[in-house]
Nanobody, 130 residues
Framework: QVQLVESGGGLVQAGGSLRLSCAASGRTFSSYAMGWFRQAPGKEREFVAAIIRIGGSTYYDYKDSVKGRFTISRDNAKNTLYLQMDSLKTEDTAVYYC?????????????????????WGQGTQVTVSS
């Protein structure tokens, strides 16, 4: 069982930065692939970024619209996942969720779907004003 708690959301002007954190409980945090998703009002939850470790290598995946602006990282010693968000745009406004996935896949799109993830946090609001 893994419990996830997000923090770091808030109100920021366009062009600004925020860093989200996701604190995880449990001793097996390092074994999970981790992802960030977001959900804007009236829209479906969408993939933002994922960090996956398979076969001794670490892989990163990003939604096209956040590439070059967002960076996902993790500190296994602190059981914490991060999302550094720079050059924020008004369209980044959403509730951001972190999620943990116990399953392993080499498929490029596997971790972009909501379904494979086993655990979810409660979300943190990010609002970007113009």
């Amino acid at each position: 069982q893994v419990q996830l708690v997000e923090s770091g959301g808030g109100l920021v002007q366009a062009g600004g930065s925020l860093r989200l954190s996701c604190a995880a409980s449990g001793r097996t945090f390092s074994s999970y692939a981790m992802g960030w998703f977001r959900q804007a009002p009236g829209k479906e939850r969408e993939f933002v970024a994922a960090i996956i470790r398979i076969g001794g290598s670490t892989y990163y995946d990003y939604k096209d619209s956040v590439k070059g602006r967002f960076t996902i990282s993790r500190d296994n010693a602190k059981n914490t996942l991060y999302l550094q968000m720079d050059s924020l745009k008004t369209e980044d406004t959403a509730v951001y969720y972190c999620a943990a996935c116990s399953k392993k896949s080499y498929s490029g799109s596997y971790y972009q779907a909501v379904g494979p993830y086993d655990y979810w946090g409660q979300g943190t609001q990010v609002t970007v004003s113009s």
